[in-house]
Each structure stands twice: as structure tokens, then as C-alpha cells.
């Protein structure tokens, strides 16, 4: 039990003035996010590096080669260098010459092939839905009763989840959740289906003058809801799209699926040239509604909300003038082949044969483990040589030495506070690698924990925040929200790296760094653009 009190926080919480008249309170414990910066494996920072030296072999042989022809030419006059030049040209005849142009052609051209194309995000959309779905926590709570599925005590769980969630009182969801029959319908999956999906494809293709013809590519992903014709199909079919695109239809991955789908989207265009490539990520509120009675499965009808983004990818360079960032790396995370981790976040039926999302108490651990992990990895490719040099090295070191000091501190005592010091690990200061981060907006409990481990400070989770303030936990698209949310604050300029990390079942934990092309001005079609102001003023309201 002592190695795990430092994953429990306690919060002091008041219940009210009881039957005789007193104050009454209460102490909650809460697990939280381990501290996964403190306890880094080795095995991932290699990886890390070995995806840098596979991606930045001629970074290290072009600047040797260089020095070399520098020092012999450096060596020269400039009327030896071109004697030398003419003298051993008129050693060869025309035939030889032209072989050497020929192969020097030949070679350069086969290096810029095998060179991977640059992927551009032309645009992107993000749905809003209309304001007859707007519901303030009270109405939520109302509905729910509604609809005679919950009997009191589910109602009073679910109330207090959402005082503590960071979730406000502008979040949509379907009017369906209000009814007394079943929600989890083909019908009514398929009408919120195409309500976000053609919403944020319409405003897309509106906004970068894209006919829905021209795009080669689309992958859609959508966690539950998964019909056949498939989404993809519905939307090809809505659009009349060609007959030759290559969709693809990803189901079951959880709230992370959004990166899934974007790396997917760029493995396609890399193998596709001069094509555009469309993501859609949604999830169906209506569809997941849970209507039984068990807590682990009512939490995710507190967070979950409407919404849906779709982006606009291309591979063609001349694509560069008019898009808005490059994608730079993506980095994925896979921890299912750990038991506890595959049966985290696991969909099943309760004792009343009812289907949800049951979220176990590992869920919090889990995570942290998978986040770890991620960023573990992604730091050698994205962190300045200073950060990696002492991560490195500090790394080493006490995995050489770490052990040895901790046998003596317990053999004097637990230590003192100098020996202590010496072994407490360098935490790389991600925000020399970042100007923004968007972290999916989970639950205000997982931003905080992020951001006490990473120790951001609250300008770099105000993105995220204020997403899950406004529009709860959209699932895969939450953190395109964010990035929206960015841009509507005019916060996005040219070389500015964008941070976007998600996780969820499997579990997953993925990242994919974009950088600014140009400098973003405030979008005249962003979902922010009548609230924006509001921010970050109301989160602490």
C-alpha cells in the first residue's frame, strides 16, 4: 500500500447542514495519474531514437560530407581550383561526361522519390450543432429523469459526476436521450450520423472549395456506431463521390481513434500521389446512451457529447501556398496485450442485459502507463538537443547507478535529503518543444493531472479546458476543437508546433505533432466564433 500513496489525492467535500443543524463533511480519495515523467523506461526512449536515427540518416551524413569537400576545396586558390577543374576535365571525352551527368541525375532523382511526401492540412471543420440541443447540467439531469430509465440514486450519481467534470451549460445532445424507448436504434444512430458527419463535411468542402469528387482518400472512424452500408458508404453516397476512392471505415478504437485515423490517412497519401485525403471522427451519443442502473457504465453518459471534425489532407506540394500546417510526427501506443489494460474500458451488457461502457477503477493507472509510454517515446524526436542531452544522460545514470543509491539509502535510513536529490530523474521541459497542446478534453480530474505532471502552466491547458467547458467530451474529436479553439484566438503563428494527444480503449494513447505553415488568422466558420470571448474567464466561474 505505501508505493501506491502517492497515486491517491484526497479532496474534502461538503455535504450540507445536517438533521440537527451541523456542518457535515466528507473526504473523498481519488486515484490519480502516476507520475509517469518520474519513472521512465529505457526501452522507450530507444525506440524514440531509433525512429529519429531511421528518419535523420542524412542529417547526419550530408554535414560530414560537406566538411570533407570544404576542407579539400578551403585548401585551394581559386585559380588552382579551376585549373585543377579544366586540367582533369580534358582527361575525359563527351561520352564519359555525359554518363557522370547522367548518373548524378539519375541518383538525385531516385533520392527525392524515396523521400517521404509532405502531408498538408488544407483545412478542417469542426460541427456545431443547432441551439435546440443545448442543454445546462440541470436539463441534462431532467431529461434523464424523463425518461423513467434511472431511479434516484442513479439520477443523484450522475448529478454529482457532472458538478466535478468541468463540463458547463452550453454542451448539445440528442433530444432521443429524453424519450422513454430505446435509444441505441439503428435509425436514430443513423439520423445523428449523418446530422455531424454531413454538418462538418458541408462547412469543409465550403471552406476549401473541394468538390467532394476531387478527394481520393476518406477514412472515417467511429468508435460504437458502426451500420452496414458503413458511415464511409453513407457518406460517398450522400456526396456522389467517385467510384474509384479508397475508404476506409475504422470501429472500435476508442476515443483515440481520430490519430488512428489520421496516420492511416497519411500511409494512403504516401503511397497515392497528387491526392487529397479526407478524416472524418465522430461518435453517437444517442446510439451509446446507457440506460441501466450500474455506476462504472453510467459515467460515460456524463461526459460524452454531440460533435464531429473532418480535415482536409494533401500530398501535392504545390498544395504548400494555401495550407495551414505540416504534420511533422505521429507516434502511437498500444497497451492491449496487457490484460488489465485490454479490459479497462470494456463495452458489455450489465445484470440487466443492457450494453455500455464499463470503466474500471485501473482506468486512471492505465492511462498514466500508456502516457508514459507515448511521451517517452515522442520526446527524442521532438525535444531540442540541449533537453535530450540531459534527459539522456540523467537517464543513464541512474539507471547504472540508481539502484546501488537506493540500497544505500535504505540501508542509512531511507537516505538523506542530498542523496535524494542526486537521484530525482530530469523532467524535459516539454514546452520547449510545443507552443500549443491540445490534450483530449477526457474529464477536468485527467487535464489536471496532465498538466501537474508535465507541469504546464494554465495558458498551455486553457485549449482543452475550455473545449470541455463548452463542448464536453466529443470523443475522437475533441481535440480538434481545441486546435479551433486556438485559431479562433488568433494564438496560432508561422513555425508554431501544435501538440495533439488522445487516449482510449485498448487501451491506446497516440500523438501527432503539426507545424504552422503560415500564420492562422481568426476563421470567419469556427464553432467558437460566438463564445470565444467568453474564454478562459468563465472556466473559473
Not at 31 to 57: A, E, M, T, W
Not at 90 to 117: E, G, H, N, Q, W
Not at 200 to 209: N, P, R, V
Not at 483 to 495: D, N
Request: aromatic share 10%.
Amino acid at each position: 500500500m505505501a508505493r501506491e500513496e502517492h497515486l491517491l489525492s484526497t479532496e474534502i467535500v461538503n455535504r450540507g447542514i445536517s438533521d440537527g443543524g451541523s456542518q457535515t463533511f466528507s473526504v473523498r480519495v481519488r486515484r490519480r495519474l502516476p507520475d509517469f515523467l518520474q519513472s521512465v523506461n529505457l526501452k522507450y526512449v530507444k525506440l524514440g531514437y531509433h525512429y529519429l536515427i531511421n528518419h535523420g540518416i542524412y542529417l547526419a551524413t550530408v554535414p560530414v560530407l560537406v566538411l570533407v569537400f570544404s576542407a579539400e576545396v578551403g585548401s585551394l586558390s581559386r585559380e588552382e581550383l579551376w585549373r585543377k577543374v579544366w586540367d582533369n576535365a580534358a582527361c575525359y571525352d563527351l561520352a564519359t561526361v555525359l554518363s557522370f551527368v547522367a548518373l548524378f541525375v539519375f541518383t538525385l532523382s531516385l533520392y527525392i522519390m524515396s523521400k517521404p511526401r509532405p502531408i498538408y492540412l488544407l483545412d478542417f471543420a469542426c460541427y456545431k450543432p443547432s441551439d435546440d440541443l443545448k442543454v445546462t447540467k440541470e436539463q441534462f439531469i431532467e431529461l434523464a429523469r424523463k425518461s423513467g430509465k434511472f431511479d434516484e440514486p442513479s439520477l443523484e450519481f450522475q448529478k454529482r459526476i457532472l458538478e466535478s467534470s468541468g463540463i458547463g451549460d452550453e454542451t448539445y445532445v440528442p433530444k432521443v436521450i429524453g424519450s422513454s424507448e430505446n435509444t441505441a436504434t439503428m435509425k436514430e444512430g443513423r439520423a445523428e450520423a449523418s446530422m455531424v458527419m454531413f454538418g462538418a463535411l458541408d462547412e469543409l468542402f465550403e471552406k476549401t472549395k473541394i468538390r467532394p469528387k476531387d478527394v481520393g482518400i476518406l477514412v472515417v472512424n467511429c468508435s460504437i456506431f458502426n451500420p452496414t452500408p458503413s458511415l464511409s458508404a453513407m457518406i460517398i453516397n450522400h456526396y456522389k463521390m467517385r467510384g474509384n476512392i479508397l475508404s476506409f471505415n475504422l470501429g472500435g478504437m476508442g476515443c483515440s481513434a481520430g490519430i488512428i485515423a489520421l496516420d492511416l490517412a497519411r500511409d494512403m497519401l504516401q503511397a497515392n500521389p497528387n491526392s487529397y485525403a479526407v478524416v472524418v471522427s465522430a461518435e453517437m451519443v444517442g446510439f451509446n446512451w446507457y440506460p441501466g442502473k450500474e455506476r462504472s457504465m453510467l459515467i460515460p453518459n456524463c461526459f460524452f457529447r454531440m460533435g464531429c471534425s473532418a480535415l482536409l489532407l494533401s500530398n501535392r506540394r504545390r498544395d504548400y501556398r494555401r495550407a495551414k500546417y505540416s504534420l511533422e510526427h505521429i507516434v502511437r501506443t498500444h497497451k492491449a496485450s496487457n490484460d488489465r489494460a485490454f479490459r479497462c474500458i470494456y463495452q458489455e451488457e450489465d445484470s440487466q442485459r443492457y450494453k455500455g461502457l464499463r470503466i474500471s477503477k485501473d482506468l486512471v493507472e492505465v492511462g498514466g502507463d500508456a502516457l508514459k509510454t507515448n511521451i517517452t517515446t515522442l520526446g527524442p524526436l521532438v525535444l531540442p538537443l540541449s533537453e535530450q542531452l540531459f534527459f539522456f544522460g540523467n537517464l543513464v545514470w541512474r539507471h547504472l547507478f540508481g539502484n546501488k543509491n537506493n540500497n544505500n539509502n535504505n540501508n542509512n535510513a531511507k537516505g538523506n535529503s542530498t542523496s535524494q536529490l542526486a537521484n530525482k530523474p530530469y523532467i524535459p521541459d516539454y514546452k520547449l518543444a510545443f507552443e500549443h497542446f491540445c490534450f483530449y478534453a477526457a474529464s477536468k480530474t485527467v487535464l489536471d493531472e496532465l498538466q501537474r505532471n508535465l507541469e504546464l502552466s494554465e495558458n498551455n491547458m486553457e485549449a482543452s479546458r475550455a473545449t470541455l467547458h463548452r463542448f464536453g467530451n466529443t470523443s475522437s474529436s475533441s481535440i480538434w476543437y481545441e486546435l479551433a479553439y486556438l485559431e479562433a484566438k488568433e494564438k496560432i503563428t508561422r513555425g508554431d508546433r501544435v501538440w495533439q494527444i488522445a487516449f482510449g480503449s485498448g487501451f491506446k494513447c497516440n500523438s501527432a505533432v503539426w507545424k504552422a505553415i503560415r500564420r492562422v488568422k481568426k476563421p470567419s466558420t469556427n464553432p467558437w466564433i460566438d463564445c470565444v470571448d467568453m474564454y478562459p474567464q468563465s472556466l473559473t466561474q
